[in-house]
């Protein structure tokens, strides 16, 4: 088993988030890259183009064009696997409890250019109640100041969910983001890490990143698990059905 540190744990719990090295190994990485690569360019049958974000402007698929695979771990096998990877579920288990469900996944691309993304917290957007999600983003190339790393606000997820009210464009889509007012700028912080390591950060962290001002990519693979003891909030849709990764089922919960 992975095992943290009481340290560790308490950093998380304190923070908001924490960064654990050499978690995927370099051959686990190799294939998850030639993944993304595959699946950008139209070689995998079956991965649907509804899943596909391109690049603000793009107008066809490419590794060079592709700003992030939606729902990856829930539509490729290969990335299903890493959702299930015991070292990952592991430190999630000491960070959320034994009995784990698969909510979402994203592999963000960010090529060379990739555009920025704005403040924001994962729960503003999940209908899950407690709000104790965790992600694990898993870097798939070395993650630096110039190429695009997240940053984040450290205890911002002891704040309960932020008014996301400021329209903000990617491309021509709309989306919102926290004010700045209410962003304590003093407690910001840089995710930098190489490949294969891993930070999990709790559903209520403010984070962003920046855009990629280099010549490489800045892959990061996103899974986001939350206790099977949750449940579904939105009364306006109905309740998707969540993989069990570890522990086991409660009927009267999501």
Same mark, same amino acid.
């Given at each position: 088993m992975a095992e943290l540190t009481d340290q560790q744990v308490d950093s998380?719990?304190?923070? @908001?988030?924490?960064?654990?090295?050499?978690?995927? #190994?370099?051959?686990?990485?190799? =294939?998850? *890259?030639?993944?993304?690569?595959?699946?950008?360019? @139209?070689?995998?049958?079956g991965f649907p183009?509804? #899943?596909?974000?391109?690049?603000? =402007?793009? *107008?066809a698929g490419s590794i060079r064009t592709v700003r992030k695979l939606n729902t990856c771990a829930q539509h490729d096998h290969v990335f299903l696997a890493h959702a299930r990877h015991k070292a990952v579920l592991d430190i999630v288990e000491q960070l959320i409890g034994p009995d784990i469900k698969l909510f979402d996944s994203?592999?963000?691309?960010?090529?060379?250019?990739?555009?920025?993304?704005?403040?924001?917290?994962?729960?503003?957007?999940?209908?899950?109640e407690p709000m104790e999600l965790v992600t694990s983003w898993t870097a798939l190339d070395d993650v630096t100041l110039d190429n695009g790393c997240m940053w984040v606000v450290a205890g911002s997820h002891r704040q309960g969910v932020l008014e996301h009210s400021e329209p903000w464009f990617v491309g021509d889509r709309k989306d919102m983001r926290v004010p700045q007012a209410l962003i304590d700028q003093s407690r910001?912080?840089?995710?930098?890490?190489?490949?294969?390591?891993?930070?999990?950060?709790?559903?209520?962290?403010?984070?962003?990143s920046t855009p990629n001002h280099s010549a490489c990519w800045r892959r990061g693979l996103a899974v986001h698990y939350m206790s099977s003891r949750s449940r579904w909030t939105d009364p306006t849709r109905p309740q998707p059905d969540y993989l069990l990764m570890r522990g086991v089922e409660y009927p009267d919960c999501v």
């Open positions: 998380y719990h304190e923070n @908001g988030f924490l960064v654990v090295d050499n978690v995927a #190994s370099p051959a686990e990485v190799a =294939g998850l *890259r030639q993944r993304t690569e595959e699946i950008a360019e @139209g070689q995998v049958a183009a509804s #899943s596909i974000e391109l690049e603000p =402007g793009a *107008r994203q592999c963000f691309m960010k090529p060379p250019g990739g555009v920025e993304k704005a403040y924001h917290q994962d729960s503003a957007y999940f209908a899950i910001e912080r840089p995710i930098t890490m190489s490949a294969g390591g891993c930070s999990f950060h709790h559903s209520l962290l403010l984070h962003r």
